[in-house]
């Protein structure tokens, strides 16, 4: 069992949360074990959050999208959820809600009311620790999943084969493991449902006609449940899906002896998922040499994490929301069907000039087009937040503990204290001398400006 060490628990933190404060590491070290981290903390029940606003429960028309209130809704449904990610606490809850949604992706350049995407990321969050394979039945009739991949317009005598197609290649079984036929069949399977609404409704003249349909080589007359039910038999569904959570939470290449090891307690445990973070957070396997900080942020968690960080008061969303977009990360926006590819894909010469430039504004009050930022920090009161604030090398090496996991050699530890001092010796540091403001924010400035501090 691997111990509750500070490597192990920031390790741990930055996995599981969208990035952390000083006072939630205290807060987790405060557990004790990493089992007691992980079942009272990071796994214990949440409930769900209230709507963003009364606007989730108006039936869909087109005089929303007219009036530009379906955009603005949007926009304000996005915010919602950024906070949400912002305040999570020690909760694991939203970490695994955008696992999901970039899982089951849907765009909302097709799925045109916020309405039906709040409804969506309400049942990812129903589910964050649940069963799986429920999920897949519900997100199976699901109103933004309906129309996003055309089952709204599926009829059974000739029905569309997106939603089929998808749930079958990525969303629980992989490719290599169904055919073609599987496909047009599961197809029929799935059709007759149709949204009204706010709702969904089951049109059986709408639905599939022949008596029995062969599927994963099974003849039966089958209906969303059974043909779900079928599919969680096949051995590879809960290799796929545990290769899929081993990708997002651990390594980009999967260890498939370890992958075998998370399906064994996903079969076991009925395709609950709690069980699987679980006994993922708990292994060995987690903590690898290897693992640590061998991931590129993703922007939310670098954004996120960032303002967490730094524990800005009162984050400027606006910018979180616009900058998000020229990330590639757009809530709501996956790319395709597939989702963001992530890793290495969320960095390039025109992204990392404005991840710097998010955590730049920070500290600047200013975006790079010179717009003013709420939340600026305040470098003394954010210093004096540390009880090592007056010893000039015990608070750098603490700052770097904390923002950078990968380790970093004595040479650059060096180089950051020497930003911090510019020229003065240690001894004669203090947060009260001129300008301590200033090499502070300097400080952190050439921390977040470090590649290391992009990864987790």
């Not at 970490?95 to 765009?107: D, I």
């Not at 004595?410 to 301590?436: C, H, V, Y």
Request: aromatic content about 12%; charged content about 20%.
């Amino acid at each position: 069992m691997p111990g509750a060490t500070a490597s192990n628990i920031r390790h741990l933190l930055s996995r599981s949360l969208f990035g952390f404060s000083a006072n939630d590491y205290e807060k987790a070290m405060g557990y004790g074990s990493l089992t007691s981290l992980v079942d009272q903390a990071l796994l214990a029940p949440v409930p769900l959050p209230a709507a963003p606003n009364a606007w989730v429960s108006l039936v869909p028309a087109q005089a929303q999208q007219d009036s530009g209130d379906a955009g603005r809704w949007y926009t304000e449904l996005t915010q919602w959820w950024n906070k949400r990610m912002f305040t999570q606490g020690l909760s694991m809850q939203e970490k695994v809600v955008l696992f999901l949604h970039n899982h089951f992706s849907c765009e909302r350049a097709k799925v045109n009311y916020p309405q039906h995407m709040y409804q969506q990321n309400q049942l990812f969050r129903k589910f964050a620790f649940g069963n799986f394979k429920q999920l897949v039945k519900e997100i199976s009739v699901d109103p933004t999943m309906l129309i996003y991949l055309d089952g709204n317009n599926s009829r059974g005598a000739a029905p569309n084969e997106n939603y089929g197609r998808e749930l079958l290649e990525l969303f629980t079984i992989g490719i290599g493991n169904y055919s073609e036929n599987d496909v047009k069949q599961a197809a029929k399977a799935l059709s007759g449902y149709q949204v009204r609404g706010l709702t969904v409704t089951y049109d059986p003249a709408r639905s599939y006609t022949n008596a029995s349909l062969t599927i994963l080589g099974k003849t039966a007359k089958f209906n969303v449940n059974s043909l779900v039910d079928l599919i969680f038999e096949q051995k590879a569904t809960a290799e796929f899906i545990c290769r899929k959570i081993y990708q997002h939470f651990v390594y980009y290449k999967a260890d498939e002896v370890f992958v075998k090891k998370m399906a064994d307690v996903f079969r076991s445990n009925n395709f609950e998922l709690k069980p699987v973070f679980r006994f993922l957070m708990l292994s060995d396997e987690f903590y690898q040499p290897s693992i640590l900080a061998s991931r590129i942020k993703n922007p939310q968690e670098l954004m996120i994490g960032s303002l967490k960080l730094l524990q800005i008061p009162v984050p400027d969303w606006n910018n979180v929301f616009e900058l998000a977009r020229t990330l590639q990360m757009q809530l709501f926006q996956p790319p395709d069907v597939a989702g963001w590819p992530g890793q290495r894909e969320w960095i390039s010469s025109t992204t990392y000039s404005h991840r710097g430039g998010f955590t730049d504004s920070l500290l600047s009050g200013k975006r790079f087009n010179g717009a003013n930022v709420t939340g600026k920090l305040n470098p003394l009161v954010y210093a004096r937040s540390f009880a090592n604030c007056e010893k000039a090398v015990a608070f750098v090496n603490q700052l770097i503990d904390l923002f950078i996991v990968f380790p970093i050699s004595d040479t650059k530890r060096a180089f950051l204290l020497e930003t911090m001092l510019e020229g003065t010796i240690a001894a004669n540091w203090s947060t009260n001398t001129p300008q301590a403001d200033v090499r502070i924010a300097r400080l952190i400035k050439a921390m977040m400006r470090m590649p290391e501090y992009q990864l987790n």
